[in-house]
Every structure is written in structure tokens, then in C-alpha cells.
């Protein structure tokens, strides 16, 4: 049985937990009353800040923090891949939107694309006068959005590398999410959740929360589960703009949600500023009764969480889609920024051009 799932969660104390989900043993009734369980696999010193952001794709964990690295783990090979070093700032997000890329957005107003087989900087676009608060790639992998500081929503074209559309907004928002048939996206300003259809651009529905959106996740097309500054979890159905369930998932504020399916079971994870990661199964045919599935205390203040999972297709997902001669030449390589990873070990040097400009540029090289 080769497919299991982990979830990696981020904390204040610059330390990443790694937990694996052991389901309850047993058949019928008796899954109903067994508790799930949280193994730890691995804790590990990641950062020398605070971590803020952590993805997940079959292969590969990125962390990103204050400190203004992003870490690389080999979850084949248990093993620390290395480290991009593009950002000046904090790293405020990052998604592995398919096997091929990694996009990272930064305080420091940029949006980078990165090849996840070389781990080269394709394309480092200046995406937001003031920080990159948030981003999201389309399913198809051609598209990504993102929201700053300066009160713009922009859509990006990855294939060719350019803005393909600039929304100005009110306020700061400070999530974007697309649906996972990418026909509409969800915006969060503060307290208020605008819902936009892919076609139009325009709002097709408004939701508000009791205090600040910390994180969404939507759990089906239609289904977003909505966590804020409170105790609570919320879950709205886009279809009826109502929602449909809410319950008291921590003693503390939950800090972030994320999904996945097992055993027929559709699976919320939540984690919070109390320190413990729990499992509620929300399926379906249950939505009004969330059941609490298992938890762990990490006794750290915990930022952020992904779900890992490897699967028997993994192999195949080596093989990466081929990428145009157009797509090529249109996520070039910023000068005097690269990096190359080839096993473990990381060289930072910095470019002697860069130096003269008194700025720190960061030239990253493994051997």
C-alpha cells in the first residue's frame, strides 16, 4: 500500500512537524468509533524565522519564512533538497500549482515561477508595488492570480510570462483561491469573502465573516470551508450562498485549513495558534454533523499547514509535460539569479556585478 498521506505544518518557533494519518482500524460501525491517529515522522529546525508559508506536491515539501529562504525536502529521499535564495523579504506564499512549477510570491513585490526539476528561476515578475500577499494557480497550469498591497488583482499568462489582466480593488486583499475547476476564484479583504466567475470577472456572490479571514479552502466546487481570527469553521455553499455548517474547531484561533479524501471520507485539516492539527470528516452525506476524526498537540503556536500525499501514479508524475519552445523562451532566467540543484549540498556566491550596486543580490549555485 503505497499511497498514505502526511500533513506538514509551520510554525513560530521556526520548526516544521510532519505528522502521517493513520485512519481507524476496522470495518462498518466500528470505524465509527475508533479514533484516527497522527504519527510524527519528522520534526525538523527549518528556518532561522518564523515560517510563513509551506506547499506540497508528490515529491517535494517547500517551506518559506522570515527569513527569506525557501527550503526544499526530497519526501522520496527524506532529504533536504536545498534552498532558493531570489526573495529580499519575507516569503509570503507558495504552490506547487502542478509537477513541473513552483510559483513563490514575496514582500518584496515579486511573483517567481521555478522549474521543479532544474529548481531554475524561470521567471521573476514584478508583480505588486507592495507585498505579494497571496496567489493561486490555475488547474490547467496557464493561468495564476495574485493580490498585494496596492489594492490590484492580477491575472498572469505562465506561458507566456506577462500580465494578462489588472483588477483594482478597494482594499488590500489578502487571499486569492481558484475553485478546482477553475471556473470562478474567491477573494478575501479582511472580514469579506467576494466569490468572482472565470468568464465575466465580476462578482457573483459576497460572504462575511464574524472577524478576519485567516484561510479558505475549498473542499468541492461549491463547497468552501472559511476559518477566521475565532475559534469556529465555517463551510458555504456557493450554490445557495448559504451556509451550510459551522462548528467550534479549536481553543484558539485557526490559523489554516487544507483537504483531502481517504476511505470514502472527505477529510478537513485544521491547525491553530493552540497547537494542535486536527482530522474532521466532512462528507457529503453529513455535512450538518462534522465528527471530529483525531488530533495531535505539537505544543508550538502553528502558521501554516499543507497535506502531502504519495501515491502508487508517483512515478509517472517524474516524467514532466513537455514544455514548448515558446514556453522556453518566455520563462527565461533572470540575470544574475539562478539556481541549480543536483543533490543535497548548496553554494551561495554572490555576483561581484551585484556587489557594486550595494544591494544584496543572492547568486545560488549547488554542485
Sequence with gaps: MGDHVEVIVGSYEQIVFGYRVCPAEGGGGEEEEKEWRLEPVFTHHAHTACLSAVAANQQFVATGSKDETVQLYDMKTRTEHGALLHHDGTISCLEFGSTSHLLSGGEDGLLCVWSTKTWEC??????????????????????????????????????????????????????????PAGDKYVVVVNDKLDVYDLESASIIGTFAYRKRI??????????????????????????????????????????????????????????????????????????????????????????????????????????????????????????????????????????????????????????
Excluded at 157 to 177: M, S
Design 122 to 179: 524561470l521567471k521573476s515578475i514584478k508583480a505588486h508595488m507592495g507585498h505579494v500577499t497571496s496567489l493561486s494557480m490555475h488547474p490547467s497550469g496557464k493561468l495564476a492570480l495574485s493580490v498585494g498591497t496596492d489594492k490590484k488583482l492580477r491575472t498572469w499568462n505562465l506561458i507566456e510570462g506577462r500580465p494578462a489582466f489588472t483588477k483594482n480593488i478597494k482594499q488590500n486583499a489578502q487571499i486569492v483561491q481558484w475553485s
Design 214 to 367: 485567516s484561510s479558505v479552502r475549498f473542499l468541492k466546487n461549491t463547497l468552501l470551508a472559511v476559518a477566521g481570527d475565532d475559534e469556529h469553521v465555517q463551510v458555504y455553499d456557493l450554490t445557495s450562498e448559504k451556509c451550510i455548517c459551522e462548528f467550534k474547531a479549536h481553543e484558539n484561533r485557526v490559523k489554516a485549513l487544507d483537504s483531502f479524501e481517504m476511505n470514502d471520507l472527505c477529510v478537513l485539516v485544521t491547525a491553530s495558534n493552540d497547537g494542535f492539527i486536527k482530522l474532521w470528516d466532512f462528507s457529503t452525506e453529513r455535512q450538518e454533523s462534522v465528527r471530529l476524526l483525531g488530533q495531535v498537540n505539537t505544543t508550538a503556536r502553528l502558521t501554516c499547514l499543507s497535506v502531502w500525499r504519495s501515491s502508487t501514479k508517483e512515478e509517472k508524475s517524474d516524467t514532466q509535460p513537455a514544455t514548448s519552445r515558446s514556453d522556453k523562451e518566455a520563462l527565461l532566467p533572470p540575470k544574475n539569479k539562478r539556481v541549480r540543484i543536483s543533490k543535497e549540498e548548496v553554494v551561495v556566491e554572490e555576483d561581484a556585478s551585484s556587489k557594486k550596486q550595494g544591494k544584496k543580490k543572492k547568486k545560488q549555485k549547488v554542485q
